[in-house]
């Protein structure tokens, strides 16, 4: 029998070319000479170091691509084997524990396995990329851009990995050059054919916090929490703080030593401003700290608009509110509360408003006059409101003040027969909202239940296990 790398199934115009293509390595001088064990370990070496790959991991594919082209083109009457030696690259074929000389394997079997080992060498690859990049998921890193095509930045993170920043990714107003190094979020890793797909942020709020972890040691250790990051991506940021330790200051901490701190993580947003707010259990106190730096005079809910009702004085108003509504609009994000700015004179405008349309109530004789100050005092203040409301929903809140159902029926009746339609289209509003907020409410619960059950069998499982695992 003739050596293994005798045969023409071996020459060097196919495992040489396919390692050249596939791993840049280079043919030896002799074209068509057979290639020794020794030379085909060095390119299963050069390959592996190149690619990244095990040595075994490459030996493997070339196996079990040989094993299958071979079922596929030899005509074997009986059960074909092969197999190569881990450790001198020795390959031996056998058809029912019979010796088979290679030559008879033929040049159409080297072809297909060449194909069957590009792809699975393909396949580790990706594996491979995803593997590492998984465990990276959801952190920031670093790379460098490369080009940008249709919008999206392609940038290199070393090796053969290369990753998109889409164009709703990419901060506003900045530009990507190439060569330029970058950080970004990592949003998304996930497999695409015989590639890793590679989805970068800078616009994610999840890249905020992670700069903040990198650069405030409180909160990478977890002294300081964040609970909550709201941005408008190179304009404003509002990031809320929390700590349990009565001897840190978690906004000064964040700030750091004249701004140290912050300064590093506007300076990677390109400017863009952060406003650190310490966070509050109480829902009207963290509302005030949410639109500072405006002074708030006082905060009260709105029950039947579902929104918070906020009054400034005039002067503050503009700051409250914000650059085209900036403000109120990320603290509205931030406490997850539809929050509605007014100065002290607008609230009083209002107020009186509401007592007249309340006062033609009264003259109806279907409010008494002690009611007036009770609705008005909930915001329950014009005939919108009330025709949106249901009776048992004002009979729940003025239960105290001995509103019956028959009587809350008799004015959502009444306020309804006489809405304008300008009226009507606010109350459509306050109802659509009412709905929604019951929809998300819903909604929240039945994924919070979800999580308890999914806990409560991934504990079960566990103790399971546990007991069935014999005791070391």
Same mark, same amino acid.
């Given at each position: 029998? #003739? ?18 293509? /596939? ?37 493997? /594919? ?141 616009? /994610? !709020? ?27 991506? !190179? ?20 700030? !750091? ?40 005079? #006082? ?101 105290? /003040? ?24 606010? #109350? ?45």
């Amino acid at each position: 029998m #003739r050596g293994p790398w005798g045969s023409r199934f071996f020459y060097q115009p196919y495992l040489a070319y396919e390692l050249e293509v /596939h791993f840049n390595t280079h043919k030896s001088e002799e074209i068509g000479e057979p290639m020794n064990q020794g030379e085909f370990m060095r390119l299963v070496d050069a390959a592996a170091r190149e690619r990244s790959l095990d040595k075994l991991v490459i030996i493997d /594919h070339i196996e079990r691509a040989l094993i299958q082209a071979a079922n596929k083109r030899f005509d074997a009457t009986g059960e074909f084997t092969l197999t190569i030696d881990r450790q001198t690259g020795e390959i031996r074929a056998f058809e029912d524990d019979q010796p088979v000389e290679l030559e008879r394997l033929g040049r159409i079997v080297a072809n297909v396995a060449k194909q069957v080992f590009v792809q699975a060498l393909k396949e580790s690859e990706r594996d491979q990329l995803f593997d590492e990049f998984i465990a990276r998921e959801h952190t920031i890193v670093s790379g460098s851009v490369m080009r940008e095509e249709r919008g999206m930045v392609i940038v290199s993170l070393g090796g053969r990995a290369e990753a998109i920043l889409p164009k709703e990714e990419q901060i506003p107003g900045e530009v990507y050059r190439p060569g330029a190094v970058i950080r970004a979020y990592l949003l998304t890793v996930g497999k695409k054919g015989q590639r890793v797909r590679l989805v970068l942020s800078r616009t /994610h !709020g999840n890249f905020v916090r992670e700069l903040f972890k990198a650069e405030i040691p409180e909160v990478a250790d977890g002294l300081i929490e964040i609970k909550g990051i709201v941005r408008e991506p !190179g304009r404003r940021t509002k990031i809320a703080v929390a700590t349990q330790d009565p001897r840190i200051d978690p906004v000064g901490s964040c700030v !750091g030593m004249r701004g140290s701190r912050i300064t590093k993580v506007t300076d990677e947003l390109g400017g863009e401003k952060i406003d650190i707010i310490p966070w509050a259990e109480d829902p009207a106190q963290f509302i005030e700290n949410s639109l500072k730096p405006a002074r708030v005079l #006082r905060i009260s809910y709105d029950n039947f608009r579902d929104r918070a009702r906020v009054v400034v004085s005039q002067d503050q108003l503009p700051l409250a509110i914000g650059k085209a509504g900036q403000n109120v609009r990320l603290s509205a994000r931030l406490t997850r509360y539809k929050i509605d700015v007014m100065s002290e004179e607008n609230a009083a405008i209002a107020r009186t408003k509401g007592s007249e349309e309340l006062q033609q109530l009264i003259t109806a004789g279907l409010l008494e006059d002690f009611l007036r100050e009770v609705f008005l005092d909930n915001h329950l203040d014009s005939f919108a409101v009330l025709a949106a409301q249901t009776a048992d929903r004002l009979v729940e809140a003025f239960a105290a /003040h001995h509103v019956t159902a028959d009587q809350a029926e008799k004015l959502i009746t009444h306020c309804n027969n006489i809405l304008t339609v300008e009226q009507k289209a606010e #109350r459509d509003q306050i109802i659509q909202r009412r709905e929604q907020a019951e929809r998300e409410e819903a909604d929240e619960a039945a994924r919070a239940l979800a999580n308890a059950e999914a806990e409560a069998l991934a504990a079960t499982q566990a103790a399971m296990q546990a007991e069935a695992s014999p005791p070391v």
